[in-house]
């Protein structure tokens, strides 16, 4: 499995992204896809999991609210992740992640920028 992110730029506070993260390769081994976030000098942190049938969502106390993921029922390869109401404090490269039973792949990582 392969995952691309797209998306990430530079918005001000009180503006909207939307992320994407396209999986290739075995995506029929996929359980369940999340976003992580790392800002300078910070651990990753876990943002948004959803299940591979797109039916069970769970987010981050700091996002809940402001984010959303999603994904492409039609393909299940492709997850997005909207963001609302961004504020500075979400300034981070952020990644994607699929979780299959005896592996886990990561993306390379997209730039979210927010502007005070």
């Known amino acids: 499995v392969q995952l691309v992110e797209s998306g990430g730029g530079l918005v001000q506070a009180g503006g909207s992204l939307r992320l994407s993260c396209a999986a290739s390769?075995?995506?029929?081994?996929?359980?369940?896809m999340g976003w992580y976030r790392q800002a300078p000098g910070k651990q990753r942190e876990w943002v948004a999991t959803?299940?591979?049938?797109?039916?069970?969502?769970?987010y981050a106390d700091s996002v809940k609210g402001r984010f959303t993921i999603s994904r492409d029922n039609a393909a299940k390869n492709t997850m997005y992740l909207q963001m609302n109401n961004l504020k500075p404090e979400d300034t981070a490269v952020y990644y994607c992640?699929?979780?299959?039973?005896?592996?886990?792949?990561w993306g390379q990582g997209t730039q979210v920028t927010v502007s005070s």
């Open positions: 992640k699929a979780q299959g039973t005896y592996f886990s792949r």
């Open positions: 390769g075995s995506t029929f081994s996929i359980n369940a």
């Open positions: 959803i299940t591979s049938g797109g039916t069970s969502t769970n």
